[in-house]
């Protein structure tokens, strides 16, 4: 599965989900993390539909349909949930 994850550096809230997204990668390897920057991907921001709320994750099936999304700040055992779930479904 890819994750998709949208951020900027002006964004505070992606600074501060720096950390979190480092250690869900960490803990993740099966998953293929793919990071774009909000400013300079705008063909695929407007592609994923991506709003003012950054940042954002989002997760693609191997036919690159989308599952679910992320969006804002959470905690990493919300995102660890978010996984699981994921996970059963698949």
Same mark, same amino acid.
């Given at each position: 599965?890819?994750?998709?994850?949208? /951020?900027?550096?002006?964004?505070?809230?992606?600074?501060?989900?720096?950390?979190?997204?480092?250690?869900?990668?960490?803990?993740?390897?099966?998953?293929?993390?793919? /990071?774009?920057?909000?400013?300079?991907?705008?063909?695929?921001?407007?592609?994923? /539909?991506?709003?003012?709320?950054?940042?954002?994750?989002?997760?693609?099936?191997? /036919?690159?349909?989308?599952?679910?999304?992320?969006?804002?700040?959470?905690?990493y055992d919300e995102i660890e949930e978010i996984i699981a779930s994921i996970s059963?479904?698949?």
């Amino acid at each position: 599965m890819k994750v998709l994850k949208f /951020n900027a550096i002006w964004c505070s809230a992606c600074l501060v989900m720096k950390k979190v997204f480092k250690h869900v990668e960490n803990m993740h390897p099966e998953l293929k993390f793919i /990071n774009y920057d909000y400013d300079m991907d705008e063909d695929l921001v407007e592609k994923y /539909n991506i709003g003012t709320t950054i940042p954002v994750l989002i997760f693609l099936d191997e /036919n690159d349909q989308e599952v679910t999304r992320i969006v804002g700040e959470k905690s990493y055992d919300e995102i660890e949930e978010i996984i699981a779930s994921i996970s059963k479904e698949g």
